[in-house]
């Protein structure tokens, strides 16, 4: 069996991950959560870095012949706008997105999580991030989590106030061995930090105690639950749902670096207090993402989401940073650097991925010409393609060695397209590089578009197809000489923001300025 090696946060090494479980029929099966993203908004690529740690992972780990239930939730219930402040003071970041100049469009906080989460689906797809075995959502495992609650407080890990009900931290001896912090204050200021808490319940037993459940009857997202009505709290979604799908203990456990503490340590409290058992034996942690040396924010202009990036500059995309990009390329700049170093994305980096891309689907196109002309002849890449494609396979299961894995399979590209350039590849030769390629796109995803339909089509063309119809029934009216309907048809364009130039041969439209 191959070893997959990966750094564990717990240990403090890299060492071997080992799926406890195997299918029936023998295949070692890996048990794998992820932390997802909380939709207020649109994902950045910050976020994405990390997802793709997560898709590389699934990707090595099916690579090497095994089996993965991958599982990554959706937070659609908030959390608070000030999470490193104590005793943060802040709004629910859903309640607060809907009152923002974009939560004008949604009717209510449902209606914003809705798009946002279909927004995410769309990006998850461009980026050729392999869909989950299971997205479970936050606020349809509520009931799960009461449960939960109850279950801590049965058994003397909760107790419950005028305000919620908390986990008492000095009930859980194991506290901070994830991200060892053991600091009394430093644990204190990450319990108020990350509970939602809007005031500091003077009710705490003690100050590094965290909510399970909040009690809030005028909150804009509240269930009915035996200690009133309110809101879980956010810790307690991916314990729960982690071990509703993958069992009480988990052979992996990732996400973002900022979720190591205090998010990480309480879903282990939380977790291990209820069973008695270990929670998740691997950890992995994305190191976080600055853009050109500078953390991203929106105010410095350089907070970015993948639409920023991918969509033409007339819907938004930002031309300043070379929109619309090839989707592919943006993934393969942001797996460029190693997930367990802080990363710097530029525009440099992102332009020599295009043109690496570029390289990828040139390659891709010669060798399905090449299929389809089966010219007789030499097939002499057998050897550089199965060393290429062994390196790159060895160095993702070197704790995911992406920079060396890429320079593998980069290597694998250009002894395709030298051969080609030589001579046109026989049609054995391009069956081998084929298989390269085809290999190289499930272990890293940068090839081709794994989707069917390729990238899902962009808001653009679904607007100009919508006007194309139009124009084409208006045309149809006016033959059939129905003024009235074509006169309502004009109107609708119209009302679009499209402006129409009939010409004798036949009607152009562009976007009103
Ligand atoms: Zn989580």
């Not at 207020?40 to 993965?68: K, M, P």
């Not at 100050?207 to 009857?217: E, G, H, M, S």
């Not at 340590?265 to 998740?280: D, N, R, V």
């Amino acid at each position: 069996m191959s070893i997959f090696r990966l750094y564990n946060a717990l240990t403090r090494t890299v060492e071997p991950l080992e799926p406890s479980e195997q299918t029936k029929g023998g295949t070692p099966l890996l048990r794998f959560y992820c932390c997802g993203p909380t939709v207020y908004s649109y994902a950045h690529i910050g976020n994405f870095r990390t997802f793709l740690t997560a898709d590389l992972i699934v990707r090595t780990a099916e690579a090497i012949g095994w089996q993965v239930n991958y599982v990554s939730n959706v937070t659609d219930v908030g959390h608070l706008t000030e999470d490193d402040t104590a005793d943060a003071s802040g709004e629910d970041r859903m309640a607060k997105a809907l009152k923002s100049k974009e939560g004008e469009q949604f009717a209510n906080v449902w209606d914003l999580a809705r798009h946002y989460t279909s927004a995410l689906m769309a990006d998850w797809q461009a980026l050729n991030l392999r869909e989950p075995t299971v997205r479970p959502r936050a606020t349809e495992h509520v009931r799960e989590q009461i449960r939960a609650v109850e279950a801590l407080m049965e058994n003397g890990h909760a107790y419950e106030t005028n305000d919620g009900v908390y986990f008492h931290v000095p009930s859980f001896p194991n506290y901070g061995k994830l991200s060892g912090n053991t600091d009394i204050e430093t644990l204190a200021v990450g319990a108020a930090a990350e509970s939602r808490e809007v005031v500091v319940d003077e009710d705490k037993r003690d100050p590094r105690d965290f909510a399970l459940w909040k009690k809030d009857d005028a909150h804009l997202m509240q269930w009915y639950s035996p200690f009133g009505w309110g809101f879980p709290g956010w810790h307690l979604e991916c314990s729960v749902m982690a071990q509703k799908y993958l069992g009480e203990t988990i052979d992996l456990h990732g996400g973002g670096e900022d979720l190591r503490f205090p998010h990480h340590e309480c879903e282990i409290a939380q977790a291990e207090a209820i069973t008695g058992k270990p929670f998740a034996r691997h950890w992995s942690h994305t190191r976080f993402l600055q853009v050109e040396g500078k953390k991203m924010s929106k105010r410095d202009g350089n907070f970015l989401t993948l639409h920023d990036l991918t969509a033409s500059a007339d819907d938004g995309g930002r031309d300043d940073w070379g929109a619309p990009v090839d989707p592919l390329a943006l993934r393969l700049a942001l797996i460029s650097g190693h997930y367990g170093k802080p990363f710097n994305f530029t525009q440099a980096a992102l332009k020599a991925a295009a043109k690496n891309i570029q390289r990828y689907h040139d390659a891709d196109e010669a060798v399905q010409a090449a299929i389809a002309t089966n010219r007789e002849g030499e097939n002499s890449l057998e050897a550089p393609l199965a060393d290429a494609y062994g390196d790159a396979l060895a160095a993702m299961c070197d704790d995911l060695n992406t920079p060396e894995a890429l320079a593998a399979a980069y290597r694998g590209v250009n002894v395709i397209l030298s051969q080609h350039r030589q001579e046109p590849l026989s049609g054995a030769a391009a069956q081998t590089a084929s298989y390269f390629l085809n290999r190289i796109n499930g272990l890293l995803g940068i090839v081709r578009h794994e989707s069917p339909d390729g990238p899902p089509p962009k808001e653009d063309d679904a607007f100009a197809e919508h006007v194309e119809s139009l124009l084409e029934q208006r045309t149809a009216a006016r033959s059939s000489k129905d003024w009235a309907r074509a006169d309502a048809i004009r109107d609708e364009i119209d009302a679009l923001g499209v402006e129409v130039m009939d010409n004798p041969t036949g009607s152009t439209w562009r976007r009103k300025l």
